[in-house]
């Protein structure tokens, strides 16, 4: 779903390695947009994060990458994430918040598309700082 706030960013709760092919499946095929210039990831610790961005640096391999973590106490550290997507050859760097993430997300993305995804509670806190659900502006 598009963010009713800013709808260059996009926001999905793909948070397993099959979630990520399906997102980047509806990306590609049901919405045929470009991949999108910079990718938000927030996890929980229970996430396979290696496997996760296997996909995403084959489906965005000039995308930034920037790893966050939401306030849940079970939010896998971002600089985990970040780690493993280098290691996929993606270019990634870390933000404190979700919110900073999104923002920095859409700044590297101008004037493209940004993808916010990987837990919902990260959708949840970008809804909260970005615009609310669909249907809710602010």
Do not use: Y
């Not at 399906?22 to 999108?36: C, G, K, M, N």
């Not at 996890?43 to 973590?69: E, Q």
């Not at 993430?101 to 919902?120: E, F, I, Q, V």
């Amino acid at each position: 779903e598009s963010c009713p706030g800013e709808p260059r960013l996009w926001w999905d709760g793909a948070h397993n390695p099959a979630g990520v092919a399906r997102l980047v499946h509806a990306w590609r095929e049901d919405l045929r947009f470009e991949p999108p210039a910079a990718i938000v990831v927030a996890l929980s610790r229970d996430k396979d994060a290696a496997a996760m961005v296997v996909p995403l640096a084959a489906f965005a391999p000039g995308a930034a990458l920037i790893a966050t973590r939401t306030r849940n106490p079970r939010a896998l550290e971002a600089q985990v994430i970040a780690d493993h997507a280098r290691a996929v050859g993606l270019a990634a760097e870390v933000a404190p918040d979700v919110a900073a993430a999104a923002r920095r997300a859409l700044d590297r993305a101008a004037p493209g598309r940004a993808l916010l995804m990987g837990s919902l509670f990260a959708v949840g806190e970008a809804m909260e700082a970005l615009g609310g659900a669909p249907g809710e502006l602010q």
